[in-house]
């Protein structure tokens, strides 16, 4: 008996911490386009003294837009989706179920989908960089190259460097 409690126990306590895992707000770009787009990245992820590299898969198809990332190996990490007013995660690792990929999928359309711009967001080029705001708050520092870009998060302590890989086809080079 106690312990079929201690598991219902748990299992309610894992349940109300993973809705405390932050989703990003203020994604919606209401002059979001129907369009075909196809892009490949390495990412390397930096947080924490940790780091981690994927595969991103980014394709769309007339308005949705699918971001996969696979690990180096080919196991699928995530799968995310966009329509235009919302990033919904349809899949995930188990061990990546408290890493809040709505903030990292958005930094990642930011940095590499030029014509997203979510409501009241601003870009603003510093130097050789850009610092995007949303509601007023400085969210992201972007830095491009020809070789890549680099993505440091303002108010979570991540970093990431976006490789474009060679095959892509159908980039967005605006």
């Given at each position: 008996m106690f312990k079929t409690l201690g598991i219902i126990w748990l299992s309610l306590w894992l349940c109300a911490c993973a809705a405390f895992v932050p989703s990003a707000r203020n994604v919606r770009d209401r002059h979001w386009q129907s369009m075909s787009l196809q892009q490949d990245f390495q990412v390397d992820f930096h947080a924490r003294g940790q780091s981690v590299s994927f595969i991103l898969l980014q394709q769309q198809q007339a308005e949705l837009l699918q971001?996969?990332?696979?690990s180096l190996t080919g196991q699928p990490l995530f799968l995310g989706e966009f329509d235009g007013s919302e990033i919904v995660v349809r899949q995930r690792l188990e061990a990546m179920r408290y890493l809040p990929l709505t903030f990292l999928l958005r930094d990642i359309m930011?940095?590499?989908i030029h014509h997203y711009q979510?409501?009241?967001a601003q870009k603003v080029t510093?130097?050789?960089?850009e610092i995007i705001t949303i509601d007023d708050d400085k969210v992201l520092r972007l830095t491009r190259t020809d070789k890549h870009i680099a993505v440091e998060n303002?108010?979570?302590?991540y970093q990431m460097q976006l490789i474009p890989l060679k095959h892509s086809a159908g980039g967005d080079d605006e």
């Open positions: 971001l996969q990332a696979l930011l940095a590499t979510p409501e009241n510093v130097g050789d960089s303002l108010q979570a302590p």
